[in-house]
Structure formats: C-alpha cells, structure tokens
C-alpha cells in the first residue's frame, strides 16, 4: 500500500483531507476537507471557541492550481452559536473567509501576478476566472499595503496633474520630491482636490514642508499658500515654456498671415523650428531658422526672450534671477505685442515663485517622467473605471528609495 499523501499540500489547522478524485479530460481535481474533531470550531467573527454546534453545511471553493490541474475543494464546515456574538456564526478557516470562494493563497497568486504587471484580463484567462475577481484579489492586496496615505519624512514635494481620460478628466499626483515616492493621487485638480490631501496630513508634517515645486495653476497654488505656511512655491520652468510656446506659436502664425508670398513660403512649416531647442536643430535647420529671424524682427525679438527664459531657471542667486526676470519683461514691454504683456505681466505676479527656484533647485520634470510610467499602467489596464484602484497601482509602482542627506 502506497504511503504517499496529498495532505502536505493543505497544511490547514481543523481540517483534514477525506477524498480525492482527479479527471485527466477536465484537467481538474477534487479535494474533500472534513473538520478535524480534535479542534473545536471558533467563531470567524470574534475567534471564540464555541460550546455548541448548531448544524453542518458545505460550500466548494477554488484553490490554487496543482501544475496544470485546477484545484476544487469541497468543505464541510460547521455552524456554531456563538455566546460572544449572541447568535449563529459559521466557524473560523484559516485558508479562506467565510464569505469567500476562493482560498487566500489563490488571491496571493493572482494579486503577484498583477504585480508583476499583467493586466488583470490576462491574470483572469490565465487562472479562468472573472476579471471582477481578480480586481478585487489585487484591490485587496493593494489596500493593504497602500490604501493608507503616508506622510513620514515628507520636506519637498512635487505636484502635477495627469490626463486618465479623454474629456479633461485629471488626476493629481503628489510626489515626495527627495525621495521619489508618489504619495497620494486624487480626482480632478481643483481646491477641494488638494484639500483633501492637506487635511489629513498631521500638523508637524505640514509645518516641515519647506519646498513645494508646481505649475502656474492657481488651485494648486492657493492650497499650497493655505495649508503649508512655511512652504516655500517653486515654479517648474517646463510649463512656462510649454506656455510661451504656445504664445510664440500664435505670433508665428500672426506674422504669417501678415508676410508677403516670399515670406509665406519662409515661414511655412517652421513652426518646430522656434519650438525645438538650438542645440537639437540639424545644420540645415539653423541655418533655415537664422534666414527667418534675419527677415523679421519680431520673431527674432520673441525667439530671443525664449532662450533668456530658459536662461533664468539658470541664476543661483536670486538677485541676478531678478534683473534677468526684470530684463524679459522689459523687452516684452518695449516689442508691444500683446501677448508679450499680458506672459510679461504673468511671471511679474509670480515672481516670487520662479525666483524661489535659486534657493530650492526643484521641478516636476521628475514627476512628469514619472507619467509616462503612469500612461504605461493605464495602457496595461485598457484604462481604469476605478480611480481609487488606479491610484493603488500607482503607488504600488513608485514606492520610492532612501532619501540621501
């Protein structure tokens, strides 16, 4: 008679294996669990044991696959009264809870799969099971370990918004600056957003906030004032530029519109060519673009406040940070053009929090790197119908490092 046994394969406390049966055309086994009489049953809702079995009942629950074997396992379990809880209770099993059926280490599985970066529609084909399962196996598992915000050691943040969906629907994302860590993501990107983050950080976190790195949304800027007095807002040169660009593009096309037929042709297509820094354009390219700023001052004007915009983000001294800032405007004053006022009157109203960057040499280009990833996860997923999980697998892929002194 064969000594060998498939016990050792449920090593579960209360439970014994009584039969097994395995079909060669299904791929599948079945395993009988009966209660193991020298445990008396617990209560799953306290832990009690109890004095008194009400009834028996069976429910089938699937397990983790046994090489390419699917695992079903048939449990007799017990129904208890429970003087604790004053009624009938199901008893305690250690490998799966009483609403459940699917055992723990299945959820395991499927939640490392997740991890490892499988959609959960493949995690779902992979272990034949509904994709709503296998949500809420990872969801679980993520709640876990990152449903709860934290906020040790927070000094520097970054904060920026990201696309989830078409239609203008945002997220924000604050990172811990120093550290790489997304710290907590939230729907939309108004007030009451950034609110609900500020709010539940302890007072002493907030207090040792001393740099915060955002662009010129005045949401994110008026809770930073509010909530982190001793913070101190540092502008991100990328979205200035990214604005004046825009504002070079609409001069561009102005100028344009109002060339002759030569300085139409010189001008089509030029549009990446102010765009695009002098260091990335090809030979051929600068020569092209020293021909357009030759023919007309004004975008000769605007390509050069350009290049002095990005030179400012340059100055660790806040006094030549403020005669350059000082100089752009001035120009931008004296071209006339009204776009150039009004950016001009833009970055004198927010001064001082692109001159704040000589003091903490912060942005949110790392934060903007760190959404390419985001979309990489998005893409993953097919999109996220549920942003609270999105920002889990978020979380989960930015845990940061060990900040340096």
């Known amino acids: 008679m064969s000594g060998l046994s498939i016990a050792p394969f449920f090593p579960w406390r209360r439970m014994k294996v009584t039969y097994q049966s395995v079909s060669q055309d299904s791929r599948s086994a079945l395993v009988r669990l009966e209660p ?45 009264w429970c003087g604790r809880c004053g009624g009938v209770r199901v008893e305690q099993l250690e490998f799966v809870d009483a609403h459940q059926r699917d055992t723990h280490r299945l959820a395991a599985y499927a939640s490392e799969l997740c991890r490892a970066g499988l959609s959960i529609t493949a995690v779902a084909d992979h272990l034949d099971l509904d994709p709503k399962t296998i949500k809420t ?37 604050v990172l811990d600056y120093d550290t790489g860590r997304v710290v907590w993501m939230g729907e939309g990107r108004q007030i009451a957003t950034l609110d609900d983050f500020f709010r539940k950080m302890p007072p002493a976190v907030r207090k040792a906030i001393c740099a915060v790195a955002i662009d010129m949304w005045e949401p994110y800027i008026h809770c930073v004032k509010h909530w982190c007095k001793n913070a101190d807002i540092v502008f991100d040169l990328f979205h200035v ?8 593009d609409d001069i561009r096309n102005e100028e344009f519109r109002k060339s002759d037929a030569a300085g139409r042709t010189t001008l089509k297509g030029s549009k990446y060519l102010f765009l695009k820094n002098w260091g990335n354009l090809r030979y051929e390219q600068r020569v092209r673009l020293d021909d357009i700023l030759a023919m007309n001052a004004r975008l000769s004007t605007v390509y050069w406040l350009k290049d002095l915009l990005a030179h400012l983000w340059s100055y660790q001294r806040v ?32 001064e001082e929090g692109i001159l704040n960057h000589c003091k903490h ?45």
């Open 241 to 248: 530029v990214k604005a004046f660009n825009k504002v070079i």
């Open 137 to 173: 196996f990872d969801k679980a598992a993520l709640e876990s370990q990152f449903g709860k915000t934290d906020y040790t050691g927070l000094r520097r943040l970054a904060i920026d918004e990201i696309a989830v969906k078409k239609g203008h629907s945002y997220m924000t994302v």
């Open 319 to 350: 006094g030549w940070a403020r005669a350059t800032l000082s100089q752009w405007c001035d120009v931008a004053r004296q071209d006339g053009h009204p776009a150039l006022v009004r950016f001009a009157r833009m970055l004198e109203r927010h």
């Open 361 to 405: 040499a912060i942005h949110t280009s790392r934060l903007e790197g760190d959404n390419n990833k985001i979309k990489v996860i998005k893409r993953i997923a097919y999109g996220f119908h549920d942003p609270d999980c999105f920002a889990l697998r978020v979380k989960q892929a930015f845990p940061g490092r060990i900040a340096s002194n």
């Open 36 to 80: 193991d009489q020298r445990y008396r049953p617990c209560c799953h809702a306290c832990g009690r044991p109890a004095q008194t079995v009400h009834s028996a009942t069976r429910k089938f629950v699937r397990d983790q696959s046994l090489t390419d074997f699917s695992v079903l396992l048939q449990i007799e379990y017990r129904k208890i």
